[in-house]
């Protein structure tokens, strides 16, 4: 009876039996063998930093075209950083390189939660060629306190550079709500602010660039670990934040800057729904964020509130859209998946309704789609169209108002 040359399974005892020339190889020695392959394959092609490949900002920008929807600013911002930190990095590997030594701009966004900030990090994450990481800040606290250190930021980047520290020291790390470390007021604090202005403080360091001592497992966990220096002059850093209520601050600087009857009349075409727009380095230290933290992050921008328009086509344009996503699903147990145009204007204008941005999409979608992601596999049908009725019957059963953002 035919075998496995590899592991000797009998044919019986296999879901496949490939047969070659003078052997035969089961499934199950085949995955093992495809799953050394991959890791291997890992080690022996690690971030190779002198043949990075220079891509420009229109290609950045048009990649993430292919996810984001709007945010033309924030996109043309962050494709011009990503490209002159490529540069910078070409630069300090060529031998002729020229006195003039470019600094770093690093990147702060600012926009409303579910706009697209953190989707941003992760679109440009799969396109890059140097180490990429993103952490979030809520966790990090002062040294010596419970939570995590500010070189933990580090650890994680050096894990995705496999502790290859030459790589990691060009790496880009992408710190997430950055706003949940401002301090409680625009003064100084007069006590410890140990998840707030501490961090800040710790966080100047990375951004500027020095030598840091990382631990390489993270946190204090492990006290016996052998620290390693990483240089942070050459990582990219890109934050982002919420900064929820910041447009109080920035309608009081615009109103302050008011005198005389034509200063009135210039303040007229001020766009009162979305403040956003003329965020100011001054606002960010009206919200608490210390001077010094935002000297270290000079390219300012944001993110356009989600009017219905660019909901609508979240749901469906994006090549990882959600309604793409369920369709794929019900694919997988073939069975076709169709959705009225009136369902998914009444899941868009559900979102808005419920201030819930893109992020809610999915929630909505999910309460929509779980009665028939339950009952459908097992049953005969192949086909299912999700009329608006439908949508409205299965979202008046749920309770919406564990969904709202207050």
């Known amino acids: 009876m035919d075998k496995c040359s590899f592991c000797g399974r009998d044919k019986r005892e296999t879901n496949l039996l490939i047969a070659g020339i003078s052997g035969h190889i089961c499934d199950m020695c085949v995955e ?148 949940k470390i401002a301090r409680k007021g625009d003064n100084p604090s007069i006590t410890r602010d140990v998840s707030g202005e501490g961090v800040q403080q710790g966080l100047l360091k990375l951004l500027e660039g020095s030598v840091v001592n990382v631990p390489p497992q993270g946190g204090r966990k492990h006290p016996d670990q052998k620290m390693i220096p990483v240089d942070t002059r050459n990582i990219l850093f890109i934050c982002g934040g919420a900064f929820e209520g910041i447009e109080r601050k920035i309608a009081q600087r615009l109103n302050t800057t008011v005198v005389g009857y034509n200063a009135a009349r210039r303040t007229d075409i001020i766009d009162r729904n979305n403040l956003m727009q003329y965020i100011a380095p001054q606002d960010l230290r009206a919200y608490g964020m210390i001077p010094e933290i935002i000297g270290r992050l000079p390219m300012l921008t944001y993110l356009h509130p989600l009017d219905r328009k660019a909901l609508r086509s979240i749901l469906t344009e994006p090549k990882n859209a959600i309604i793409k996503q369920y369709v794929k699903l019900f694919e997988l147990d073939g069975i076709k998946l169709s959705f009225d145009e009136e369902t998914l204007d009444y899941i868009v204008d559900k979102a808005i309704e419920f201030k819930l941005g893109a992020r809610g999409l999915r929630s909505i979608c999910e309460a929509v789609m779980i009665d028939a992601m339950f009952e459908l596999p097992s049953s005969n049908e192949n086909e299912i169209n999700i009329t608006c009725d439908y949508a409205k019957s299965k979202i008046e059963k749920v309770n919406m108002q564990r969904l709202k953002v207050a």
């Open 32 to 179: 093992q063998a495809y799953e050394i392959v991959q890791e291997e394959g890992k080690k022996s092609h690690p971030f190779d930093m002198n043949s990075i490949k220079l891509i420009k900002p229109k290609e950045i920008k048009k990649f993430l075209d292919l996810y984001v929807i709007g945010q033309e600013e924030a996109k043309k911002i962050i494709s011009v950083a990503v490209y002159n930190h490529y540069k910078r990095l070409m630069q300090a590997n060529r031998k002729d390189a020229e006195e003039v030594e470019i600094e770093k701009s690093n990147i702060i966004l600012v926009g409303e939660t579910g706009t697209g900030k953190t989707l941003l990090a992760r679109t440009i994450a799969k396109l890059l060629h140097v180490p990429f990481t993103i952490v979030d800040a809520t966790v990090l606290t002062e040294a010596g306190y419970v939570g995590e250190d500010i070189e933990s930021i580090l650890s994680r980047l050096l894990q995705v550079a496999d502790y290859n520290v030459a790589a990691a020291e060009k790496g880009i790390v992408f710190i997430d709500e950055i706003d």
